[in-house]
């Protein structure tokens, strides 16, 4: 019981990131508020939708979602390591009022609890092969 509730609410999670990422993108691009190059708009907009679809399968339960989750959340916290350390530098991120290292450190402690509880055997037996 808990642990479904739990997946559901990583699931809402996931959906709030992804629909609050699209409309910041879409937002701050009407507003002419952060001129992104294209890579850098298009790259935003495949992550949040897929960050929206990752909430839509765990919802289901479907496991593509859980394996895409898994996947995404540590290579999150490898890149996110990797930034606060200095080793890797990323340009045209959108304007935003948290100062970048709180969100950092806020990701990382989010995904790596994602990919620890996922991982775990009594969650992963939720998710259903198609």
Same mark, same amino acid.
């Given at each position: 019981m808990i642990a479904r509730r739990a997946v559901n609410i990583i699931a809402v999670t996931e959906l709030l990131i992804?629909?609050?990422t699209i409309s910041s993108l879409i %937002? !701050? !691009?009407? +507003?002419d508020a952060c001129k992104k190059p294209l890579n850098v708009f298009l790259f935003v907009l495949v992550a949040s939708m897929t960050s929206i679809a990752i909430g839509m #399968?765990? =919802?289901k339960r479907w496991r593509w979602a859980w394996l895409l989750l898994v996947f995404f959340s #540590? $290579? &999150?916290v490898l890149t996110k390591v +990797?930034?606060?350390?200095g080793l890797l530098i990323f340009n045209g991120e959108i &304007? %935003? =009022?948290i100062p970048s290292d709180i969100k950092n450190y806020i990701s990382i402690f989010y995904h790596a =609890?994602?990919?620890? $509880? =996922?991982?775990r055997k009594n969650v992963r037996r939720q998710f259903k092969v198609q």
């Open positions: 992804g629909l609050s %937002t !701050s !691009s009407l +507003l #399968g765990l =919802f #540590g $290579y &999150i +990797l930034l606060l350390f &304007i %935003t =009022f =609890f994602v990919v620890v $509880y =996922f991982t």
